[in-house]
């Protein structure tokens, strides 16, 4: 009766728009209908990841992930591979910092399947303890590898330095002591105070019918009664080193990152510091890569990085160098930053940087795998599905004396990190 | 780097991007076919409409790579990719980045062994624009002397920023060894004493020699009808001069054998181990089975090598098999990462994983699972204009648009039989190069 009403209810979506609807027990559908290729993507997300972990549970959302995928109660980890190969698919789960994902994409004809098994996954993962340790050792083994990558290990170190007790320090990987002392026991009641409706977000793109998908997903996730709840942490205040942290390792690179704590998805600066990012860093134009590598050779790397999240986020300058040029290149990376908070940049500039920005952030989301992404993610970030149209409003409307002021305050008291060979 | 025609070894995990045509050899119901014109002066055109966004890609392909060039030739080919957007007569250093940028556009160059190409994604509305550059710098590129000199410090950074990354040294490395002292093995950015040594006028002569309108591919993708296409690219590229040596055939590479084991000692603490085998080269028609097989083996988390290797017998953390089909030789390549103590017990299960499919063939489950993952990575690869503008590059330069365009129709006439015998014919037992790098 109530599942008939609501369906009646649903919106058709022309091509291109979004049909978004909150089931009774508070679980969220988005579905973006996509003609362009007969194929679907669809991103699970859920409230749980790095936001909510502290040092002892660091990486437990990622290694909840790693051991959902390995089965479900009804199939097992090479049935559930082989299923989904039989679709042309493609099924991953990991953690990420505001929230954790399923994804999974492939041919369109075969998007209830493909539904169906990520609905699985999700609601009925097998969690059997015996693909615990296995798991462990290959999360284990990929923390080894990002310690032995001298980039990797640049951006762990910076993150750890910039945000101090702030949970956003933490790596997603987790850390070889909290790997070790989580166990079994620890990953089902993460996965319990995690997967919850009210908690979760299903964004479908592609060459799919809209209200076909919303009553398939109500069929699979409406049923779920809504949990407890979990409360949202109270975080620390982040609290940066503000001061040039050196790392040892052997490379034939040197990696030098200067960064400052930047305004959250949701703060009127945003965009603000979008604009200032790619001033320096944005493309082959930005004054990383034209002078520090196309006029001086300094680098190979050369660019920034501003990625939006929930909580305060890093704006990251950084360079990939020779041992030999590196002492010259931080020197000129820190004039840069001089530079940027000294002088407002010109209107050529400006213009080229808003230009890139928006062509960048047009092209990212033609594909149904970006697409299904960006549904849950502004989801879940709360910022409203007319996020894309309001964020290009206010980029358009950054003046070089907003880049000015955004710069002198966002960096203006840098944390570095070098990382390389003595 | 994107050598393979079909199958990359794009990171262990990462999914190969197939790009491969639509079923019997149609291109499917909302994308027409491509139009193929050559121009009176030999540049060949290749347009197609593709309306998923407002944006078109425009690739600049040319029939020169890596596998051309002479002993005291060898990194021009990528230093040329370096050097071409940097300037012409009418466009000094910095613009055509900033002419591009601030359009919302984008640029992208990659050097090959068979080939070079340059790649801009614009606005529709700029396709002229994209054109008009694209033939700029495809004869016109001065070499600004500063930016020449200022440029070697960049590739000598490329060639450090790849030996700092275990998976592409350890691909490169391969490649180098299974082909030695073929043309394909020829490291592809050159060595610092040559890129030293280099002087505009041998970088100048090279480029004149070699970057001739015979030697052109221009391929178009996006929101523009191909008579838009023809007429921009008529008045931008028709005009251009010069003819080609001719490209020369190849030697057959060398046979495989046990002697072909380099270990690589490394800063590491886990381990990476390397295995190639040689197999059919683009022009071959055994193609399909050994795609179909490279699937099988070690495409998925449902592919043998990754259910045997890593989940029962627990000795990789990643394992991943690839086919890099060149213009006149191929190789499939096995990569594993590892902890150090299994290196040896890994090599003997990825042997006994192949023995097995020559032995006692694979399933009719496999081969389709295969073919739908062929077909799925070709319908992902249309999602995008320059998805598919690569792919038709990638054939007109090594192979050709219509092998293209019968592709996924030829894989489906591929037999389990046909796939056993590809593993027979290719991948023996002790006919394989093998790189190890081996923790410190």
């Given at each position: 009766?109530?599942?008939?009403?609501?369906?009646?209810?649903?919106?058709?979506?022309?091509?291109?728009?979004?049909?978004?609807?909150?089931?009774?027990?508070?679980?969220?559908?988005?579905?973006r209908e996509n003609p362009v290729a007969p194929v679907v993507a669809v991103s699970l997300m859920v409230r749980t990841g790095t936001r909510w972990e502290r040092r002892e549970t660091a990486g437990i959302s990622n290694f909840l992930h790693a051991v959902m995928v390995k089965g479900t109660a009804r199939h097992g980890g090479a049935e559930l591979a082989e299923a989904i190969a039989a679709l042309g698919g493609k099924l991953s789960a990991t953690g990420d910092i505001d929230y954790s994902e399923i994804r999974a994409s492939g041919l369109a004809r075969f998007w209830r399947e493909l539904l169906s098994l990520t609905a699985e996954l999700a609601l009925e993962p097998r969690l059997a303890p015996d693909e615990v340790g296995p798991e462990r050792d290959w999360l284990l083994s990929r923390i080894q590898k990002r310690r032995d990558s001298a980039p990797a290990r640049a951006f762990d170190e910076l993150?750890?330095?910039?945000?101090?007790?702030?949970?956003?320090?933490?790596?997603?990987?987790?850390?070889?002591?909290?790997?070790?002392?989580?166990?079994?026991?620890?990953?089902?009641?993460?996965?319990?105070?995690?997967?919850?409706?009210?908690?979760?977000?299903?964004?479908?793109?592609?060459?799919?019918?809209?209200?076909?998908?919303?009553?398939?997903?109500?069929?699979?996730?409406?049923?779920?009664?809504?949990?407890?709840?979990?409360?949202?942490?109270?975080?620390?205040?982040?609290?940066?080193?503000?001061?040039?942290?050196?790392?040892?390792?052997?490379?034939?690179?040197?990696?030098?990152?200067?960064?400052?704590?930047?305004?959250?998805?949701?703060?009127?600066?945003?965009?603000?510091?979008?604009?200032?990012?790619?001033?320096?860093?944005?493309?082959?134009?930005?004054?990383?890569?034209?002078?520090?590598?196309?006029?001086?050779?300094?680098a190979y790397t050369a660019t920034s990085y501003y990625d939006p999240v929930r909580g305060p986020a890093a704006l990251v300058?950084?360079?990939?160098?020779?041992?030999?040029?590196?002492?010259?290149?931080?020197?000129?990376?820190?004039?840069?930053?001089?530079?940027?908070?000294?002088?407002?940049?010109?209107?050529?500039?400006?213009?080229?940087?808003?230009?890139?920005?928006?062509?960048?952030?047009?092209?990212?989301?033609?594909?149904?795998?970006?697409?299904?992404?960006?549904?849950?993610?502004?989801?879940?970030?709360?910022?409203?599905?007319?996020?894309?149209?309001?964020?290009?409003?206010?980029?358009?409307?950054?003046?070089?004396?907003?880049?000015?002021?955004?710069?002198?305050?966002?960096?203006?008291?840098?944390?570095?990190?070098?990382?390389?060979?003595? | 780097m994107r050598a393979a025609r079909r199958r990359v070894l794009a990171g262990f995990l990462a999914l190969a991007l197939a790009g491969c045509a639509a079923a019997g050899g149609r291109a499917p119901s909302a994308l027409p076919r491509p139009v193929r014109t050559v121009l009176p002066n030999g540049v060949v055109v290749i347009a197609q409409e593709h309306r998923a966004s407002d944006v078109v890609a425009a690739q600049l392909w040319v029939r020169i790579g890596g596998r051309d060039e002479s002993a005291d030739e060898l990194g021009l080919s990528h230093y040329l990719e370096h050097m071409l957007f940097k300037g012409t007569p009418t466009r000094p250093p910095g613009s055509i980045d900033r002419l591009l940028e601030g359009r919302g556009g984008t640029s992208n160059a990659f050097t090959s062994y068979d080939y070079t190409h340059y790649d801009v994604v614009v606005p529709a509305s700029d396709l002229r624009v994209g054109l008009e550059l694209l033939a700029d710098i495809g004869v016109h590129a001065s070499f600004p002397p500063d930016e020449l000199e200022s440029e070697k410090k960049v590739v000598f950074e490329e060639m450090n920023l790849v030996q700092d990354d275990p998976e592409r040294f350890l691909r490169r490395r391969l490649t180098e060894l299974a082909y030695e002292p073929h043309p394909y093995g020829r490291p592809i950015l050159g060595t610092p004493a040559l890129i030293r040594a280099l002087t505009r006028p041998r970088l100048a002569r090279y480029y004149a020699k070699h970057y001739v309108p015979r030697n052109m591919v221009l391929v178009v993708v996006g929101a523009v009808t191909p008579d838009e296409v023809l007429a921009l690219a008529r008045a931008s590229f028709g005009g251009l001069g010069g003819a080609p040596?001719?490209?020369?055939?190849?030697?057959?590479?060398?046979?495989?054998?046990?002697?072909?084991?380099?270990?690589?000692?490394?800063?590491?603490?886990?381990?990476?181990?390397?295995?190639?085998?040689?197999?059919?080269?683009?022009?071959?028609?055994?193609?399909?089975?050994?795609?179909?097989?490279?699937?099988?083996l070690g495409d998925s988390p449902s592919s043998r090598l990754n259910q045997e290797l890593r989940e029962r017998l627990r000795l990789v953390s990643?394992?991943?098999?690839?086919?890099?089909?060149?213009?006149?030789?191929?190789?499939?390549?096995?990569?594993?990462?590892?902890?150090?103590?299994?290196?040896?017990?890994?090599?003997?299960?990825?042997?006994?994983?192949?023995?097995?499919?020559?032995?006692?063939?694979?399933?009719?489950?496999?081969r389709q699972r295969a073919l739908v993952t062929a077909e799925s990575s070709y319908a992902f690869d249309i999602e995008t204009a320059e998805g598919l503008a690569r792919s038709y590059g990638q054939a007109e330069t090594t192979w050709t648009l219509e092998d293209e365009l019968a592709?996924?129709?030829?894989?489906?006439?591929?037999?389990?039989?046909?796939?056993?015998?590809a593993a027979r014919t290719y991948l023996g037992d002790a006919e394989y190069a093998r790189v190890r790098f081996v923790p410190r």
């Open positions: 009766m109530l599942l008939g009403a609501c369906l009646a209810a649903a919106p058709a979506a022309a091509a291109g728009e979004v049909v978004r609807v909150t089931l009774p027990n508070g679980f969220t559908v988005l579905v993150y750890t330095a910039l945000y101090g007790p702030h949970p956003y320090a933490l790596p997603v990987l987790g850390t070889r002591e909290s790997l070790e002392r989580l166990d079994h026991a620890a990953l089902v009641a993460a996965y319990r105070a995690a997967y919850q409706p009210q908690r979760m977000i299903l964004a479908v793109s592609g060459q799919v019918s809209a209200p076909e998908v919303l009553a398939e997903a109500r069929r699979l996730f409406g049923g779920t009664p809504r949990g407890p709840g979990t409360p949202d942490p109270v975080l620390p205040a982040p609290a940066p080193a503000a001061r040039r942290v050196p790392v040892q390792m052997p490379a034939q690179q040197t990696q030098i990152l200067v960064a400052g704590l930047g305004p959250s998805l949701d703060d009127p600066d945003h965009a603000a510091v979008k604009v200032l990012s790619t001033v320096l860093g944005g493309g082959m134009a930005g004054r990383l890569f034209a002078e520090l590598r196309d006029r001086r050779g300094l300058l950084y360079l990939g160098t020779a041992p030999e040029n590196a002492v010259r290149a931080e020197a000129a990376l820190r004039e840069e930053v001089e530079r940027i908070r000294r002088e407002a940049v010109g209107p050529d500039e400006l213009r080229r940087a808003k230009g890139y920005l928006l062509g960048r952030y047009a092209m990212d989301r033609r594909t149904n795998e970006r697409q299904a992404w960006y549904l849950a993610f502004y989801e879940i970030e709360g910022v409203g599905q007319d996020y894309p149209e309001r964020y290009r409003t206010a980029v358009e409307a950054v003046t070089a004396d907003d880049v000015l002021r955004v710069a002198r305050r966002y960096l203006a008291a840098p944390t570095t990190i070098v990382v390389g060979p003595r | 040596d001719g490209r020369p055939t190849l030697a057959p590479p060398p046979a495989l054998d046990r002697s072909r084991r380099a270990d690589v000692q490394r800063p590491e603490k886990q381990a990476y181990l390397g295995l190639a085998w040689r197999a059919a080269a683009v022009s071959s028609t055994d193609v399909y089975a050994v795609d179909l097989l490279t699937y099988i990643a394992i991943e098999a690839g086919y890099i089909a060149s213009q006149q030789a191929g190789i499939v390549t096995v990569t594993a990462r590892l902890d150090g103590a299994n290196l040896d017990r890994a090599e003997a299960a990825i042997l006994d994983v192949v023995r097995r499919v020559r032995e006692r063939g694979v399933t009719e489950a496999e592709y996924l129709g030829r894989l489906r006439q591929i037999t389990a039989a046909q796939i056993q015998d």
